[in-house]
T-cell receptor, first 114, second 114 residues
């Protein structure tokens, strides 16, 4: 176990709806990153939060947004869901924002858009 | 931008066989290199990482990897695989000195037959 917990584990949504995914970081970690893992692909970086501020973003449209709370837990929000948003969404936490810090991953939320 | 290529998409081995999984990356600067493993139904786990120093890195569960800078490669090896090594393996990089966001390869599915 990594100490990173994500909820829910599975979710089915209809195209056009909005979804919120949650992540509790490991104790002592102040950085949370989100990744999207489509079937048969490696995880793709969505964005990173460090001390409640977004400090890095991958190639995802603005309908992907997030928050980090004072306790360093985080939310990923996706608006206007599309079928291609169906994927495993992974959260990773670490104790710093630098490249040399190890990221610990949660088990993910499997989102299916129908 | 960084990119990672894993040329072996699906590898099938018998127990006790030797393993080598290829990973090549593309990036103009200095990188950190990682191998992650994802066992069925489990979270991504770090197998090993290379930041600097000895290019031969030893990780958990008997895995090792060698960084060859001239070839932009970071191949994963294990002398003798076990059935329990059946999993998906991901190579990843990030830019040293930059943010921690990881760029992953598409993964290699390893199936070890007893």
């Amino acid at each position: 176990e990594t100490g990173v917990t994500q909820s829910p584990t599975h979710l089915i949504k209809t195209r056009g709806q909005q979804v919120t995914l949650r992540c509790s970081s490991q104790s002592g970690h102040n950085t949370v990153s989100w990744y999207q893992q489509a079937l048969g692909q490696g995880p793709q970086f969505i964005f990173q939060y460090y001390r409640e501020e977004e400090n890095g973003r991958g190639n995802f449209p603005p309908r992907f947004s997030g928050l980090q709370f004072p306790n360093y837990s985080s939310e990923l929000n996706v608006n206007a869901l599309e079928l291609d948003d169906s994927a495993l969404y992974l959260c990773a936490s670490s104790s710093g924002q630098g490249a040399n810090t190890e990221a610990f991953f949660g088990q993910g939320t499997r989102l299916t858009v129908v | 931008a960084q990119s990672v290529s894993q040329h072996n998409h699906h590898v099938i081995l018998s127990e006790a066989a030797s393993l080598e999984l290829g990973c090549n990356y593309s990036y103009g600067g200095t990188v950190n290199l990682f191998w992650y493993v994802q066992y069925p139904g489990q979270h991504l786990q770090l197998l090993l990482k290379y930041f600097s120093g000895d290019p031969l890195v030893k990780g958990i569960k008997g895995f090792e990897a060698e960084f060859i800078k001239s070839k932009f490669s970071f191949n994963l090896r294990k002398p003798s695989v076990q059935w329990s090594d059946t999993a998906e393996y991901f190579c990843a990089v990030n830019a040293r000195g930059g943010r921690r966001a990881l760029t992953f390869g598409s993964g290699t599915r390893l199936q070890v037959q007893p």
